[in-house]
């Protein structure tokens, strides 16, 4: 009986004393920033594609439906020409008959005229004589014309709209605040040896309000295309791969130089049950934190980004000053080493992701200082090694 009154003492005790840590997990958009920033009152963006296509969908279809109505005006034509090709077929066929059956008696007469031997070889090797009458000509009428859809894959037709519409910088909206103006030209192939190369000059320029900031040219440089002759390959089809790559490499080229990039991230916050109101502060640092890594979308523009963040190091502030409350010698202690091991990890947790160095550094060193008081765990030592080579790295 004593033995089970232990028991049911330590479970109480647990329950009185012990914070159960609980977790909520966010997914949101981190960004990472550009290598050249562009000046803060800039807002917004455009793009101007210029190339040197002009042909349209309208234009091909049309030239389809011409080219259909001269084969059919033509059709008469090629039909009678086809009768009268086939009437000499079959005038010449008994003169084609009579002319095989005298070169196989020739071949024949020579064959016989050889040793057995030589016979027997010739049989062996295939090439013994062998009377090959020429079939007699059938006729097969020409096919009616009939109109079929052209591919229009393998034509060089662009909206050049859509092209610029596609091309986003990333933290930014349309508008006008800088613009990125691509000329285009047309796909120049050259062959050496038998091999196919090619090079497609389109220059980037990138300008205020204040003029040119900066200008870039892609593909002016020879590229191997084929081991093929260009006769053979259907250019039209590599050009037109080759402007939706150049246009998607510009567009990495700015995002990585100007834009700023979302990148998925997911995060865990760690905080105690409040159901008696002991944690209201940490409740409140929670809900705020979570509520700005919500606003943190893919498409989120840099302003509103800013303000997020804003409240996240309002949420840290919050987390800062709970983590005062700390008693770290008394497990019984509402806010004991268990809160203060979730404060710390929330916090290093969202400087590491957010690319908070100083902040990171900071919290880090104070955790240090009550290493020992904390007690981590074996999985809390290799989660808070993990971090530490995170925060070093940044």
Avoid: C
Wanted: net charge negative; hydrophobic share 35%; proline share 3%.
């Amino acid at each position: 009986m004593k033995f089970y009154l232990h028991i049911l003492f330590l479970l109480l005790t647990i329950n009185v004393f012990g914070q159960r840590i609980l977790e909520e997990k966010i997914t949101y958009f981190n960004i990472i920033e550009p290598k050249e920033k562009l000046d803060a009152s800039i807002k917004s963006y455009d793009v101007i594609v210029n190339i040197p296509y002009t042909m349209t969908v309208d234009d091909v279809k049309a030239q389809s439906l011409k080219d259909f109505e001269a084969e059919k005006a033509e059709y008469q034509n090629v039909l009678k020409q086809s009768k009268i090709d086939f009437q000499s077929k079959l005038d010449n066929h008994d003169a084609e008959v009579a002319q095989a059956k005298e070169n196989y008696e020739s071949e024949m007469k020579h064959f016989k005229s050889l040793s057995l031997l030589e016979r027997l070889a010739l049989t062996d090797q295939g090439k013994k004589p062998v009377l090959k009458t020429p079939a007699k000509p059938t006729y097969v009428e020409p096919r009616k014309p009939q109109y079929q859809e052209p591919r229009l894959a393998d034509y060089l037709i662009f909206d050049k709209e859509a092209l610029e519409d596609n091309i986003k910088l990333n933290g930014f909206d349309k508008g006008e605040g800088v613009t990125f103006t691509i000329n285009m030209s047309k796909m120049e192939f050259q062959e050496n040896a038998g091999q196919t190369f090619y090079k497609q000059p389109t220059t980037l320029s990138i300008s205020t309000s204040n003029g040119i900031i900066s200008e870039k040219v892609f593909g002016d440089e020879s590229k191997f295309l084929t081991a093929s002759s260009s006769n053979t390959i259907n250019l039209n089809r590599y050009e037109k791969d080759n402007v939706n790559k150049t246009l998607a490499e510009i567009e990495k080229y700015i995002n990585e130089n100007y834009g700023y990039t979302p990148v998925q991230k997911s995060i865990s916050i760690e905080f105690p049950k409040n159901k008696k109101r002991e944690y209201d502060g940490l409740e409140k640092a929670k809900i705020t934190a979570i509520s700005a890594l919500r606003k943190m979308t893919k498409n989120t523009s840099v302003d509103r980004r800013n303000a997020a963040i804003a409240e996240i190091e309002k949420a840290e502030a919050l987390w800062q000053a709970e983590l005062e409350k700390v008693d770290y010698s008394d497990k019984k202690a509402t806010y004991n080493a268990d809160i203060a091991k979730s404060i710390f990890f929330n916090l290093l947790t969202i400087q590491t992701q957010l690319g908070q160095k100083e902040k990171a550094e900071a919290t880090l060193s104070a955790l240090q200082d009550k290493r020992i008081d904390l007690d981590l765990s074996s999985s809390e030592e290799t989660r808070l090694a993990n971090l530490e080579t995170q925060i070093y790295k940044l």
